[in-house]
C-alpha cells in the first residue's frame, strides 16, 4: 500500500470511527440509546406472541446428521453434562455436582433427576455411558469442533455406572482440571437412540434443551420449537427460524427489511455494518467478550517461517492497535497470546511492537534479498481484505512482499494443508476451559492443527511440559506450566496472534432478552416485546 492509498485509508478509517459505538471491552454490554421523543416516535402496536421469530447466521448451526453434535450449542438443543459460566469457569448443568478422588484420578458426577430427551427417554447414567461409548468409537468431525474423546478427556482409562443418577471417570495420571476440559463441546448429552451403530446420528439430534429441532433443511434453515416438557425455565419463544445467510451485506439487509429479527453466532455482523444503526429507533447492538482468537497463521515447513526469527520480526511489525481500532472499532484486545482471554488460566502478556527489531531480524534470515508471499483470506469475511492490505503494508518494510488471494474457506483449508501458501489470516474458538486442548492442538506435533495449517511447529521442551502437565496434581504447579507454555507461544509463535475477538450482535427492538454471550446469545431469552 504507498502512502497515497494509506493516506485515503486512514481518511476513510476515521468516517467510520466518528460513527461508532464505545462498548466497554470489560464486559458484557448493549446499547441502550432509544429516541428521545420527536417526530420519530412510532406508535407501538400488539405483538403476536406466539408468532415465528426468525435469525440469521452466517453458517449453517446445524449441519445434521453428519456433524458430530449435529447442532452447535447455540441453539440450545443438546445441553452438557457441565456449562461455562460468564467468566470461563465450569457450571453445573446437567451434572448437578461433582468431586475428585485425593489422588486426582477419579471423578464423580451427580446427574439431575427428572430430566427427559426430547424423543421421551429418561436422562440418566445409563444415557451418560451410550455417549461415552460413541465418543469411544472415534472422532467425530464437526462444523464447531471435534468431538474426540482423547481431547476432551486425555488419559481416560475408565467410564463407568455407580447408580442410576451417579456417573464415575477414571484416569491413568491425575487429572484435576477435567472439569475444566468438560464445559460446552467437551460433554454433549444426546439420546441413545440417536445413534446408529457407528455412532452416527440416524435423524435429528434429540437432546435435553429448552428448544428442540421440528424441521431442518441443510445449508438453509433450522426451526426450533420450544421444549413445553423442560426441566427448568421454558423458553420464551415458540418458534425461532435461524436461516444462513453467508453474506454479510445480504444478512444486514435481511435485518433491515425485517426479513430477520436479528444476527446469530459468531461474526454475525461487521462492525462496518453495525455502526450504520447508530440512534437507530428499531435497532440495537449488543456485544461481550468472545471465545474466538484472531490470528495469522504461516506455513513453518518451509522458508522463510520455519526460521523463528522471521514470524518473530512479523509479529513485531504488526500495529494490533490500529488493526483493533480501526478495522474493528475497538471490538476487541491486541495480544500475542495464542489462548484466549475467556479461561480463568489466561495469562496477559504485554505485546511488543518494534519496527526496527523487526527489520534486523528479517535481515538476519533474508539477507538483502525481498521474498514475495502468498497470504490467504477468507472471501466469506468482508473485513480481511482491508486487514491484508494493512498488514501487507507493514510487513513490506521488513522486505516481505504480499500477493493476496481470497478463497472460499473450504478451499483455503484445503491449502492450508497441502503447504500451498505462505501466510493466512484464522481464528480458533475455545471448546472449553482447560487450556491443553489448545496447547496440544497448536503446540504439538500431533496437534491437529499444526498438521492442518502446516504450522510444522515443535519444541521438545514444550512436549515435556505438556507431559508434566498431564501428571501434575497439584493446580498451583499446573497452572504455573501453562503460564510458561502462553509465554513460549508468545515468543516463538507457532501461530501469530492478532487480537482477542468479542461477540457483536445486532437486532430488532421489536425483541426483548437479546443479549450476547461469549459463544452466542441467550436464545430461550428472546421474545417479543409486548
Same mark, same amino acid.
Given at each position: 500500500?504507498?502512502?497515497?492509498?494509506?493516506?485515503?485509508?486512514?481518511?476513510?478509517? *476515521?468516517?467510520?470511527?466518528?460513527a461508532?459505538?464505545?462498548? =466497554?471491552?470489560?464486559? $458484557?454490554?448493549?446499547?441502550?440509546?432509544?429516541?428521545?421523543?420527536? !417526530?420519530s416516535?412510532?406508535?407501538?402496536?400488539?405483538v403476536?406472541?406466539?408468532?415465528?421469530?426468525a435469525?440469521?447466521?452466517?453458517?449453517?448451526?446445524?449441519?445434521?446428521?453428519?456433524?458430530?453434535?449435529? $447442532?452447535?450449542?447455540?441453539?440450545?438443543?443438546?445441553?452438557?453434562?457441565?456449562?461455562?459460566?460468564d467468566?470461563?469457569?465450569?457450571?453445573? $448443568?446437567?451434572?448437578?455436582?461433582?468431586?475428585? !478422588?485425593?489422588?486426582?484420578?477419579?471423578?464423580?458426577?451427580?446427574?439431575?433427576?427428572?430430566?427427559?430427551?426430547?424423543?421421551?427417554?429418561?436422562?440418566?447414567?445409563d444415557a451418560?455411558v451410550?455417549?461415552?461409548?460413541?465418543?469411544?468409537?472415534?472422532?467425530?468431525?464437526?462444523?464447531?469442533?471435534?468431538?474426540?474423546?482423547?481431547?476432551?478427556?486425555?488419559?481416560?482409562? *475408565?467410564? =463407568?455406572?455407580?447408580d442410576?443418577?451417579t456417573?464415575?471417570?477414571?484416569?491413568?495420571?491425575?487429572?484435576?482440571?477435567?472439569?475444566?476440559n468438560?464445559?460446552?463441546?467437551?460433554?454433549?448429552?444426546?439420546?441413545?437412540?440417536c445413534?446408529?451403530?457407528?455412532g452416527?446420528?440416524?435423524g435429528?439430534?434429540?437432546? /435435553?434443551?429448552?428448544?428442540?429441532? @421440528?424441521?431442518?433443511?441443510? &445449508?438453509q434453515y433450522?426451526?426450533?420449537?420450544?421444549?413445553?416438557?423442560?426441566y427448568?425455565?421454558?423458553?420464551?419463544?415458540?418458534?425461532?427460524?435461524?436461516?444462513?445467510?453467508?453474506?454479510? &451485506?445480504?444478512?444486514f439487509?435481511?435485518?433491515?427489511?425485517?426479513?430477520?429479527m436479528?444476527v @446469530?453466532?459468531?461474526n454475525?455482523?461487521?462492525?462496518?455494518?453495525?455502526?450504520?444503526l447508530?440512534?437507530?429507533?428499531?435497532?440495537?447492538? /449488543?456485544? $461481550?467478550?468472545?471465545?474466538?482468537?484472531?490470528?495469522? /497463521?504461516?506455513?513453518?515447513?518451509?522458508?522463510?517461517?520455519?526460521?523463528?526469527?522471521?514470524?518473530?520480526?512479523?509479529?513485531?511489525?504488526?500495529?494490533?492497535? =490500529?488493526?483493533?481500532?480501526?478495522?474493528?472499532?475497538?471490538?476487541?484486545?491486541?495480544?500475542?497470546?495464542?489462548l484466549?482471554?475467556?479461561?480463568?488460566?489466561y495469562?496477559?502478556?504485554?505485546?511488543?511492537?518494534?519496527?526496527?527489531?523487526?527489520?534486523?531480524?528479517?535481515?538476519?534470515?533474508?539477507?538483502?534479498?525481498?521474498?514475495?508471499?502468498?497470504?490467504?483470506?477468507?472471501s466469506?469475511?468482508?473485513?480481511?481484505?482491508?486487514?491484508?492490505?494493512?498488514?501487507?503494508?507493514?510487513l513490506?518494510? @521488513?522486505?516481505?512482499?504480499?500477493?493476496i488471494?481470497?478463497?472460499? #474457506?473450504?478451499?483455503?483449508?484445503e491449502?492450508?494443508?497441502?503447504?500451498?501458501?505462505?501466510?493466512?489470516?484464522?481464528?480458533?474458538?475455545? !471448546?472449553?476451559?482447560?487450556?491443553?486442548?489448545i496447547?496440544?492442538?497448536f #503446540?504439538?506435533? !500431533?496437534?491437529?492443527?499444526?498438521k492442518?495449517?502446516?504450522?510444522?511447529?515443535?519444541?521438545?521442551?514444550?512436549?515435556?511440559? #505438556?507431559?508434566?502437565?498431564?501428571a501434575?496434581?497439584? #493446580?498451583?504447579?499446573?497452572?504455573e506450566?501453562?503460564?510458561?507454555?502462553?509465554?513460549? =507461544?508468545?515468543?516463538?509463535?507457532p501461530v501469530?496472534?492478532?487480537?482477542?475477538?468479542?461477540?457483536?450482535?445486532?437486532?430488532s427492538?421489536?425483541? /426483548?432478552?437479546?443479549q *450476547?454471550?461469549?459463544?452466542? @446469545?441467550d436464545?430461550?431469552?428472546?421474545?417479543?416485546?409486548?
Amino acid at each position: 500500500m504507498n502512502r497515497s492509498a494509506k493516506t485515503k485509508f486512514k481518511k476513510l478509517i *476515521a468516517s467510520i470511527l466518528s460513527a461508532i459505538f464505545i462498548f =466497554s471491552l470489560a464486559g $458484557c454490554s448493549e446499547s441502550s440509546k432509544a429516541p428521545q421523543g420527536g !417526530s420519530s416516535a412510532k406508535p407501538v402496536s400488539s405483538v403476536n406472541k406466539d408468532a415465528e421469530i426468525a435469525l440469521g447466521g452466517y453458517r449453517d448451526l446445524a449441519p445434521g446428521e453428519k456433524d458430530g453434535y449435529y $447442532c452447535s450449542s447455540i441453539l440450545y438443543v443438546w445441553e452438557p453434562l457441565v456449562r461455562q459460566d460468564d467468566n470461563g469457569s465450569p457450571t453445573p $448443568c446437567l451434572a448437578e455436582s461433582w468431586e475428585m !478422588s485425593k489422588d486426582g484420578k477419579e471423578w464423580t458426577f451427580h446427574l439431575k433427576k427428572g430430566v427427559q430427551f426430547h424423543d421421551g427417554q429418561p436422562f440418566n447414567a445409563d444415557a451418560v455411558v451410550a455417549n461415552f461409548d460413541r465418543m469411544k468409537l472415534g472422532i467425530k468431525k464437526s462444523s464447531f469442533y471435534p468431538l474426540d474423546i482423547n481431547t476432551f478427556y486425555p488419559g481416560l482409562k *475408565a467410564y =463407568s455406572k455407580v447408580d442410576d443418577y451417579t456417573f464415575k471417570l477414571t484416569f491413568n495420571n491425575p487429572a484435576p482440571t477435567q472439569i475444566y476440559n468438560m464445559v460446552n463441546f467437551g460433554s454433549p448429552m444426546y439420546s441413545p437412540k440417536c445413534f446408529d451403530k457407528e455412532g452416527n446420528f440416524s435423524g435429528i439430534a434429540q437432546g /435435553t434443551g429448552p428448544f428442540k429441532i @421440528i424441521e431442518n433443511v441443510k &445449508d438453509q434453515y433450522v426451526v426450533l420449537s420450544r421444549n413445553d416438557n423442560y426441566y427448568g425455565t421454558k423458553a420464551k419463544a415458540k418458534t425461532i427460524r435461524v436461516k444462513v445467510i453467508p453474506d454479510a &451485506d445480504t444478512r444486514f439487509s435481511a435485518l433491515k427489511a425485517g426479513e430477520i429479527m436479528g444476527v @446469530i453466532d459468531l461474526n454475525a455482523i461487521p462492525v462496518s455494518l453495525a455502526v450504520k444503526l447508530k440512534d437507530s429507533p428499531d435497532f440495537a447492538v /449488543t456485544t $461481550c467478550k468472545s471465545t474466538m482468537i484472531r490470528f495469522l /497463521t504461516v506455513n513453518g515447513t518451509k522458508f522463510p517461517f520455519n526460521d523463528v526469527r522471521m514470524r518473530q520480526a512479523v509479529s513485531l511489525a504488526l500495529k494490533r492497535d =490500529s488493526i483493533v481500532g480501526d478495522l474493528y472499532g475497538g471490538f476487541g484486545t491486541p495480544t500475542t497470546n495464542i489462548l484466549n482471554y475467556s479461561t480463568p488460566f489466561y495469562k496477559e502478556i504485554p505485546v511488543e511492537e518494534n519496527l526496527e527489531k523487526a527489520k534486523k531480524l528479517a535481515k538476519e534470515v533474508l539477507g538483502d534479498k525481498r521474498r514475495e508471499l502468498v497470504f490467504l483470506i477468507n472471501s466469506g469475511e468482508v473485513t480481511q481484505k482491508a486487514e491484508a492490505e494493512l498488514i501487507g503494508s507493514w510487513l513490506s518494510e @521488513i522486505g516481505l512482499d504480499v500477493k493476496i488471494q481470497s478463497l472460499e #474457506m473450504n478451499t483455503l483449508k484445503e491449502q492450508l494443508k497441502a503447504g500451498k501458501y505462505d501466510i493466512a489470516r484464522m481464528q480458533q474458538g475455545l !471448546s472449553n476451559s482447560e487450556p491443553f486442548t489448545i496447547f496440544s492442538r497448536f #503446540m504439538l506435533p !500431533s496437534g491437529d492443527q499444526n498438521k492442518n495449517y502446516s504450522l510444522g511447529y515443535h519444541n521438545a521442551n514444550v512436549d515435556k511440559l #505438556m507431559e508434566e502437565a498431564s501428571a501434575a496434581l497439584d #493446580m498451583a504447579r499446573r497452572k504455573e506450566i501453562y503460564n510458561q507454555l502462553q509465554q513460549i =507461544s508468545s515468543e516463538e509463535f507457532p501461530v501469530i496472534p492478532l487480537f482477542n475477538d468479542m461477540t457483536l450482535m445486532a437486532y430488532s427492538k421489536k425483541l /426483548t432478552g437479546y443479549q *450476547a454471550r461469549s459463544y452466542g @446469545i441467550d436464545l430461550p431469552d428472546i421474545a417479543w416485546k409486548d
